[in-house]
């Protein structure tokens, strides 16, 4: 349940969620330019709830892009075709007639593997199906801060190895696809490389301590073995996934949702086959996760 924000001077409204994680923005367009004082208000609820929706947002693709690149400069987005003309917009486009699984149907943070992933994603919804398609998301500070202090001692100095190469690489998921799909994946043996962060990160706004890893991009932890790191990362997975962090989306058309990929992981369910989905989504760049 959403709780009304306090009354301000401002136009701006954030509805937070009870818990905390995820919010509701109100009273802003975002198709237009955003004065100085609205932009840091985003910015500042974006950084209290990691999650924000903001509903009516009838943008053109121009103006998501605007949008974008008031939040910073955009990221790069490998392995999927953009839009033509467009590099820094995704269509997330899933057809009424097709089989194959839903993309983003794996709980992730974007784009992990990345030097320096994105800090932020942004997708807005074109058309959204009259059933399924939530996006859930779970709250890795939260998470990390629930842990026992014996166990943030032991994680402290561990650096998790994070690959695209599951679903992305030469012989990863998408490669073995055999059902026809709208968006165009690129598979490539560059998917495999590795690149290796903290498994708790440090927020570079915040301050917050989160847990940095996901079933989807996570291969390994430097320094275990494998038999030690499936053991860590298998609780650290069980931890995370608890009801009592996560958060469900649902969509309706003209929505926009951004999150923090530095404090966070999603997935994105399925459940409208017959049904046309479309989605536009860009990244804003990240730093290197410390």
């Not at 629930?146 to 599951?166: E, V, W």
Request: with cysteine; proline share 9%.
């Amino acid at each position: 349940m959403l709780k009304e924000a306090p009354a301000s001077d401002r136009a701006i409204r954030v509805h937070p969620r009870e818990s905390g994680f995820g919010a509701e923005v109100t009273g802003v367009d975002l198709s237009r330019p955003l004065p100085p004082a609205a932009l840091a208000a985003i910015r500042d609820a974006w950084a209290k709830h990691a999650v924000l929706s903001f509903p009516d947002q009838p943008l053109t693709l121009d103006e998501l892009e605007a949008f974008t690149l008031q939040m910073g400069p955009f990221g790069d987005d490998p392995f999927i075709a953009p839009m033509p003309g467009r590099p820094n917009v995704l269509e997330l486009r899933r057809e009424p007639d097709e089989k194959a699984p839903n993309f983003g149907g794996g709980w992730h943070s974007d784009w992990s593997f990345q030097p320096a992933p994105p800090s932020a994603t942004i997708l807005r919804s074109e058309v959204t199906p009259p059933v399924g398609g939530d996006t859930l998301f779970v709250d890795a500070a939260r998470a990390y801060e629930d842990l026992s202090d014996t166990m943030k001692a032991m994680l402290a100095p561990l650096r998790a190895i994070h690959s695209a190469g599951r679903p992305y690489g030469a012989s990863g998921l998408f490669a073995r696809e055999t059902e026809k799909r709208t968006m165009q994946i690129i598979s490539s043996a560059e998917a495999d490389k590795t690149h290796p962060h903290p498994l708790v990160r440090t927020h570079p706004v915040t301050g917050r301590k989160a847990l940095f890893v996901s079933p989807t991009y996570t291969v390994g932890v430097e320094g275990l073995t494998d038999m030690e790191a499936d053991a860590v990362l298998g609780f650290l997975y069980k931890h995370l996934l608890q009801d009592r962090y996560r958060l469900r989306h649902t969509w309706k058309p003209g929505m926009l949702l951004m999150w923090d990929n530095r404090c966070t992981m999603h997935f994105a369910e399925g459940g409208y086959d017959g049904h046309l989905r479309v989605m536009h989504r860009t990244t804003v760049a990240g730093d290197v996760p410390v």
